[in-house]
């Protein structure tokens, strides 16, 4: 049996938008599903979303749901959503998607271990972290 680890995002309200933007970014396929359709249609909450699943073309997972109500929205605190690779095209693809809009806490640029390095908040409150590695010379 395998296993994963992905990103599960908490939202107020504004995970069906957060994860569009996501799929807009990343690309690949994006399944929503509010509460309303596990049963809680006469629910003030019936249109936020109880699960919502991106698979990307690149063979990430994100995964998101909204609050309800009466829950205590706890946004984001002490940790980051971290891409890294050396395909440095995409990585910076991703980079400008996820910084448009947001807000930019460290600009991409080559950092003291040799990588290109940037971070950023996006415009749905989530923190990311981009490094791009370089090649590594070669020993002889």
């Given at each position: 049996m395998s296993s994963r680890l992905n990103p599960y995002l908490v939202f107020n309200g504004n995970a069906r938008q957060a994860m569009e933007f996501y799929a807009n970014v990343?690309?690949?396929?994006?399944?929503?599903?509010?509460?309303?359709?596990?049963?809680?249609?006469?629910?003030?909450?019936?249109?936020?979303?109880?699960?919502?699943?991106?698979?990307?073309?690149?063979?990430?997972?994100?995964?998101?749901?909204?609050?309800?109500?009466?829950?205590?929205?706890?946004?984001?605190?002490?940790?980051?959503v971290s891409l890294s690779g050396d395909d440095a095209d995409l990585l910076r693809g991703y980079w400008e998607g996820l910084s448009a809009g947001g807000s930019v806490t460290m600009p991409m640029q080559k950092q003291a271990w040799g990588d290109e390095f940037g971070m950023c908040v996006d415009q749905f409150g989530v923190p990311w972290m981009v490094n791009i590695s370089q090649p590594q010379a070669q020993q002889g």
């Open positions: 990343f690309g690949g396929n994006l399944a929503l599903n509010t509460f309303a359709e596990f049963g809680a249609t006469d629910s003030p909450d019936a249109d936020r979303i109880m699960h919502a699943m991106l698979e990307t073309d690149a063979g990430y997972t994100i995964m998101a749901s909204d609050v309800i109500g009466d829950m205590r929205f706890e946004p984001m605190a002490g940790a980051s």
